[in-house]
């Protein structure tokens, strides 16, 4: 579900979103520290940096903050970004979204987490795990947010060759959340190209809700309220349909 596309002359922040900010790590759960007062809790770090979160929603002030409300995500976009969104059509419920720039993608999905620890160590042990049991390769480096995941995911061509896909697992643990995001395309394997992405990710508000949570469950999405969306135009019944697959890169073996 194609949701909107955000053009370059109409997204006067677009050059502050777009730029990487240095945070040493978000690999554990973070301190269980006061929030900053919601107007000082998106200052840049330096002039022209971008900002350093994602963010928890007590750490923003989400009135009329330009974010779309998908529920439990807060998504801003930024230039010549289309946004997506995956529909379980069986259970009719919001599974995913996925920020689309060029041939580059990052799709976003937010879990419930305990609350005196992060969940991310465990989950990326697990992806590296199956991964490589079905032949696949991954690789842990530290990226700009924390440890991540550089991966070759197998697939049958339509050859019947083996293909391979580049992926990037993020993940980023937050008060009583999970943050996963997982780029593809381009993007999986140039840092240039998964800049733009990686400032949406950052700039993304987890919504966690009060309500009691499984570990790992996944946080509550839904279709944005048309009184919300960017476009005055409202939706035909052809946008309303499941997500369509973003761009890939792959490779034949």
Known sequence: MSIFRRNKDTTQDAAEDTQEASQESVGTARPAEPAEPAEAAETTTSAGAAPAGP????????????RLDLGALRIRGVADMELRLEVDEQAQ????????????????????????????????????????????????????LGPELRTRMPSAGPDGRTVFAPARFVGVDGPRWFLRAVFSGRAAIDDDAAGPLMAVVRDTVVVRGESAMAPREMLPLRLPDEATM????????????????????????
């Open 55 to 66: 963010w928890d929603a007590s750490e923003v002030d989400l009135r009329d903050d330009g």
């Open 93 to 144: 419920q919001v599974v995913g979204a996925t920020a689309v720039i060029a041939d580059s993608a990052v799709q976003l999905q937010a879990f419930a987490a305990p609350r005196t620890m992060g969940v991310w160590d465990g989950i990326r042990s697990e992806i590296a795990e199956s991964i490589v049991s079905q032949g696949g390769t991954a690789d842990e480096v530290r990226g700009e």
């Open 230 to 253: 960017p476009s005055s135009e409202p939706a035909t019944d052809d946008e309303l349909r499941p997500f369509e697959r973003g761009p890939e890169i792959t490779e034949v073996r």
